[in-house]
């Protein structure tokens, strides 16, 4: 007799849940013109999202979640990481799973899309007063047919100059920062892109996207979501 094919349903209405979190406050917030020029993107055959910063060594793996920000008048003042540890040999590790914005009002968190595995980390936080501007992720490159991780790490820095260490996996190299969001405009928002949950070789998060708003009468109006060009 054949199986009833509803777990899967439920399975992957479950998955859909945590990849894919409802609308964002994007309309409520305005953007920075900092990505006109997004060398990052365009080196992935992307179109730039204005407003966004980019760094150059995401992988292509998974969806990239909705775009979540920080309430009006907010901005990132800090991040942690969900992070899953190494699940010895023959597992599947998943590296890097989610990445959440502390804002600097000190009640609110954002996140995009977020994997299924690992624990929250402890947030690390600018000096009071500072803001994120820019970041590079910790990326480990596909290694064929063996377990692939994608992120396994995160560093972003402060307005002041201070370099926030994500408390990830020593996994893989180091890329470029990202551009910096400029002495008018600081991040606000988060986009990740996740490879879904499947029975061989899970990816975890496997790209970032920062995006960054004014704070003194800068930027593109109100957009319902970061315009590309």
């Known amino acids: 007799m054949a199986l009833s094919p509803r777990p899967w349903v439920a399975l992957v209405a479950l998955v859909a849940l945590v990849a894919l979190?409802?609308?964002s406050v994007a309309s409520k917030r305005q953007l920075c013109r900092v990505s006109r020029g997004d060398r990052a993107a365009l080196a992935r055959g992307e179109p730039p999202e204005l407003g966004a910063v980019t760094v150059t060594n995401g992988e292509p793996w998974g969806q990239w979640g909705f775009p979540q920000f920080c309430p009006p008048g907010a901005f990132a003042s800090g991040f942690r990481?969900?992070?899953?540890?190494?699940?010895?040999?023959?597992?599947?590790?998943?590296?890097?799973?989610?990445?959440?914005?502390?804002?600097?009002?000190?009640?609110?968190?954002?996140?995009?899309?977020?994997?299924?595995?690992?624990?929250w980390e402890s947030p690390v936080l600018c000096p009071q007063g500072e803001f994120l501007?820019?970041?590079?992720?910790?990326?480990?490159?596909?290694?064929?047919?063996?377990?692939?991780?994608?992120?396994?790490?995160?560093?972003?820095?402060?307005?002041g100059g201070l370099v926030l260490q994500g408390k990830g996996l020593p996994w893989g190299e180091w890329g470029a920062w990202s551009r910096s969001c400029g002495s008018s405009c600081r991040i606000c928002g988060i986009r990740t892109r996740v490879d879904p949950?499947?029975?061989f070789d899970t990816k975890g998060l496997t790209d970032l996207r920062l995006y960054c708003c004014p704070h003194g009468g800068y930027g593109w109006g109100q957009p319902g979501t970061p315009r590309t060009p």
């Not at 992720?137 to 063996?146: A, D, K, Q, W, Y």
């Open 21 to 23: 979190p409802g609308p």
């Open 133 to 159: 501007t820019s970041f590079r992720l910790r990326v480990e490159p596909s290694v064929g047919i063996r377990d692939d991780t994608a992120a396994t790490d995160m560093e972003a820095t402060c307005a």
């Open 81 to 119: 990481l969900k992070v899953q540890p190494h699940q010895g040999f023959f597992r599947d590790d998943t590296g890097l799973n989610g990445v959440q914005l502390i804002c600097d009002n000190s009640t609110d968190t954002v996140t995009s899309s977020v994997g299924l595995y690992g624990s």
């Open 197 to 199: 949950h499947h029975f």
